[in-house]
């Protein structure tokens, strides 16, 4: 693996407070050095290192998602391990956390392991998240100590919530004994049977049954009530894909109480509003589904003001002939892996003047600290070698068709996206370069 | 190629057809989806091709659109539909395919997407849907680029059948004469009863009736109508107590409950009937004027007795009549829109006539 020298950018890492010109030394898979411009030359020749250039661009670690689907073991013609982490690159993550909602369901430690095998031939680490239950069938408990030991990374059913009360009460019980965090997707499907939208006027204008608010809220709300009678035993709640302003300010109220919990948000939930699915645009189908704006607005507000810890981009690809269906089949999802940092980068930073380091933040530093990712989400010395190089005033067309990913189900396709991704290096190798 | 064909028929038959064609159409602007895609103008235009379409002599009228090729693909089962569209398409002329769910590739598993384009290998100029998921036609005429028309589609709309419900309306209330505006139904107030949230009849005309002037009280259970159903449109309220609604109402819609659509929801039967039943003698009292209409199919006994269905301020039986007038006129639309016929020319006014409604179609 060739040494690398990324010359002259304008490094953002806010795990090591870092937001100006820097040199950065890239040897042997990690971070080698970090020092002003021109002070790593003869080092950079002493490796016979590669140069890159990077004035005028942003350095900064690799983007960490840590919600992402991709499909494999059992699905291969939505997505394999290789597209998907492929897509990753081509959008600047260097990081992605896989669900375990594949088929088989990842509940055991071979599954967790060929995950992470270099067979699969990936583009950036994969580290799995085991289902929570068997099966993700919600009745018993996998065995979080070992998956742990096998690389997981989180446990969860994502998708198929974990509706018994007792049952999620030992699943976090159980993952803080393991040390690991237990991400809840909040629904009450109790509430949702046969629901493909956001409930309210235009869901009933449409003809579709609604999702309602509180199939979220609520279910946040029983959870955080487990969490706090389980204080004391550092029970780690993370909140996946939050979408309304109830459930937010449920999170909220909990921290307030000293409550472990945290959350993510994609970037549909905060740039499109439910009025996206328009004429049953399938694009715009996903859950939980597209809210109101006023709930839009809350999902921003919530980066904003710091209550919204991360965002995940929930990249679920699915083939043309299923989203091609009569809107209540079609599956839920959307891809998100390339569309993400740009999207970000002109809603957030343009728009809202939010920093580049509050940027990188949200969408590496934090999320790598929220699974306990050591070495990913930062460019200090001896960190992994996960760089993303990015030009931050470049605006350019989004195009699903010239996705990295199998699948093309995306609402963003002709967006204009601001930052475009130059180079990505994952581990020291570089996995992704703009042609 | 089957419009030359249309074409020399009506020479040689002698059919004036305008002399200036109008530039052709799109797909889309031919298909009927949603009743929100009419303009004041469109219904209008509507209205007076089922009129004159109606009135034709039937030999002159079949060489309208002859051996043109409409499909009909059910999803659902349906009488009343399915035989005016049906008989609506061979009245002009034109070849029907009847696709239904229960005897075609669609129990093997085919999709609507691949079904629609082999309808279109197949010849099919339109295709006129029945599907029991809302947006349905939305898909199919994505897929197929030919004119679709929404022929009730899950619980989103059902647009032939509230215009066929609003000609119903005009002839019983004497305004089929008058030139349809936004003020046609000025002063009347519709109420529709019963199972709003499941019906697409309901959002059709909720969405429809508005638009021309009218007022639309909703009135049913909560269960059954929730209060986002008054955010459809402007015009539209809420009235939970059907003898109020009654008072205000010139007309009164009965819907039945759609059990196959029920999910999670209980509905008292006996209590239901008690509050929302349209029986003889809440009829009397509370509305003696009212013009009492039912798009079928119903549940006699439940939501309506006979005594109400078949009594004398029940038109019914003319709303399956009407159906077959205004499913020629989308008909014609969608496969001919640059022929209208003669009397229908920018140039010239509708020349008013004393037409009656003729009974035709009872399925």
């Known amino acids: 693996m060739r040494t690398i020298l990324i010359s002259g950018g304008h490094v953002v890492d806010p795990s090591a407070g870092v937001d100006a010109r820097r040199d950065l030394l890239l040897k042997d898979g990690r971070v080698a050095a970090i020092e002003p411009p021109g002070k790593l030359a003869g080092a950079a020749k002493q490796a016979d290192a590669e140069i890159v250039e990077a004035r005028s661009m942003v350095v900064a670690p690799g983007l960490v998602d840590i919600h992402v689907h991709l499909r494999e073991p059992g699905q291969g013609y939505k997505e394999t391990i290789a597209t998907g982490t492929a897509a990753a690159a081509a959008g600047g993550f260097t990081t992605v956390c896989a669900m375990p909602n594949t088929i088989p369901v990842n509940d055991s430690v071979e599954t967790t392991r060929w995950m992470q095998s270099a067979e699969r031939n990936p583009s950036a680490r994969v580290f799995p998240i085991a289902a929570a239950t068997r099966g993700s069938m919600g009745e018993a408990l996998t065995e979080y100590g070992s998956l742990k030991a096998a690389g997981a990374v989180a446990v969860t059913d994502d998708g198929k919530p974990i509706l018994g009360e007792a049952i999620m009460h030992q699943a976090l019980a159980a993952a803080a004994r393991a040390g690991l965090p237990v991400i809840q997707h909040a629904e009450d499907t109790r509430m949702t049977a046969g629901a493909s939208m956001n409930a309210g006027a235009l869901a009933f204008r449409l003809g579709l049954r609604g999702m309602p608010v509180a199939a979220e809220a609520g279910l946040v709300e029983r959870d955080l009530r487990l969490l706090a009678e389980l204080k004391g035993a550092r029970a780690h709640l993370h909140i996946a894909h939050i979408s309304t302003a109830a459930a937010l300010d449920a999170v909220r109220r909990a921290r307030r109480n000293g409550l472990h919990v945290t959350c993510e948000v994609a970037p549909h939930h905060f740039l499109l509003n439910e009025s996206a699915v328009g004429e049953y645009n399938t694009n715009a189908k996903m859950n939980p589904p597209l809210r109101a704006e006023s709930d839009r607005r809350a999902m921003l507000e919530g980066l904003l003001d710091g209550s919204i810890d991360c965002i995940a981009t929930d990249h679920a690809p699915h083939a043309a002939h299923e989203k091609e269906q009569e809107f209540e089949r079609a599956p839920n999802g959307i891809t998100g892996l390339e569309s993400a940092l740009g999207l970000t980068l002109d809603l957030l930073h343009r728009k809202h003047k939010v920093s580049l380091s509050r940027l990188i933040t949200l969408l590496s530093t934090q999320p790598a600290n929220l699974l306990n990712l050591r070495g990913r989400g930062s460019l200090a010395v001896g960190a992994f070698a996960d760089v993303v190089v990015f030009d931050p005033g470049e605006e350019w067309t989004f195009r699903a068709a010239v996705t990295r990913s199998k699948s093309t189900n995306t609402p963003f396709d002709g967006w204009t996206m601001l930052g475009r991704v130059r180079l990505t290096i994952s581990e020291g190798r570089v996995v992704y370069r703009a042609d | ?363």
């Open chain 2, 1 to 363: 190629m089957k419009l030359a064909n249309a074409k020399q028929l009506h020479r040689k038959s002698g059919v004036a057809l305008p002399s200036a064609a109008a530039p052709t159409a799109s797909a889309e602007s031919r298909s009927l989806l949603t009743v929100t895609s009419l303009g004041v103008g469109d219904v209008s235009a509507i209205l007076r091709l089922a009129t004159v379409l109606e009135a034709e002599p039937p030999a002159e009228r079949a060489l309208r659109l002859a051996h043109r090729r409409v499909a009909l693909l059910f999803y659902e089962s349906s009488t009343r539909t399915r035989t005016s569209f049906e008989l609506a398409a061979k009245g002009l002329g034109a070849d029907t395919a009847l696709i239904s769910s229960q005897s075609s590739s669609i129990e093997k598993g085919e999709s609507l997407k691949d079904t629609g384009i082999t309808l279109r290998a197949l010849g099919a100029e339109c295709i006129i849907l029945r599907h029991l998921s809302s947006g349905a036609p939305y898909l199919l005429a994505q897929a197929t680029g030919l004119p679709v028309l929404n022929a009730g589609d899950g619980m989103h709309e059902h647009p032939s059948q509230a215009l066929l419900d609003l000609r119903t309306m005009l002839f019983a209330l004497g305004r089929s004469e008058e030139a349809p505006g936004a003020t046609l139904l000025q002063g009347i107030t519709v109420a529709i009863v019963g199972d709003i949230l499941h019906s697409r009849v309901a959002r059709s005309n909720a969405l429809l009736l508005p638009r021309l002037g009218a007022q639309v009280v909703l009135c049913g259970p909560p269960a059954l109508l929730p209060e986002v159903a008054q955010e459809l449109a402007p015009g539209i309220s809420i009235e939970r107590d059907l003898d109020r609604a009654l008072k205000q109402a010139h007309i009164v819609m009965m819907l039945r409950i759609q059990k196959e659509r029920l999910t999670g929801v209980h509905i008292d039967l006996d209590e239901y009937m008690t509050r929302y039943q349209l029986h003889r003698e809440r009829l009397l009292a509370s509305g003696p004027q009212a013009i009492v209409m039912h798009p079928g199919p119903m549940i006699r006994g439940l939501e309506i007795t006979s005594e109400v269905a078949d009594g004398p301020q029940s038109v019914i039986e003319k709303q399956v009549g009407h159906g077959v007038a205004i499913r020629m006129a989308l008909i014609h639309r969608a496969l001919a829109p640059e022929q209208p016929p003669k009397s229908l020319r920018p140039a010239l006014q509708p020349k008013p006539r004393a037409t009656t409604p003729r009974k035709r179609g009872r399925a």
